[in-house]
């Protein structure tokens, strides 16, 4: 999907106000989906002295799947599935705090798992974005999320 049409993220994931920490859809196709998150944009993870803790990476990662799975969702005709993050194995964080103004790439690949499982597993990474086109890996890690299975709706007149 080219990037001019790449939609909004509000109308991607359910998360609204200071819940959405994404800035923008950089990249997708049927592999993978490239974020943007601009930290401390929103202010709700924001500690006294302006950074964030590492462990909103978890967050980032996890919307980033979310909107992954929900891009490859309306792909196909369908609509956005809920899903609810359930591990996080082999989770590196590689800093002990982001920056405020830092701008982050997050990265989400799906490794395994297909609709009519019910569960997703993605291979997740988070770069700094730099100006010289260099990027340095901040965080990583394989997260899984559950999907409630997808309901046949069945006309009773045609059965």
């Not at 260099?134 to 965080?139: G, P, V, Y």
Request: glycine letters at 8%.
């Amino acid at each position: 999907m080219r990037t001019a049409e790449l939609p909004p993220i509000e109308g991607l994931i359910p998360h609204r106000g200071e819940s959405l920490l994404l800035d923008c859809v950089l990249e997708h196709d049927d592999e993978s989906t490239s974020t943007r998150v601009v930290v401390g944009t929103p202010k709700c993870l924001e500690k006294a002295d302006g950074t964030t803790a590492p462990w909103a990476a978890l967050e980032y990662m996890s919307q980033c799947m979310a909107v992954h799975e929900s891009l490859l969702a309306t792909d196909d005709g369908g609509s956005r599935i809920p899903g609810y993050l359930t591990a996080a194995v082999g989770l590196r964080l590689h800093r002990s705090r982001f920056e405020a103004g830092e701008r982050l790439r997050v990265t989400t690949r799906r490794t395994r798992g297909r609709l009519g499982l019910g569960v997703f597993s993605h291979l997740c990474t988070i770069h700094l974005e730099c100006e010289a086109g260099e990027e340095s890996l901040l965080a990583e890690g394989r997260l899984t999320i559950s999907v409630p299975k997808p309901t046949r709706n069945v006309d009773p007149v045609a059965s």
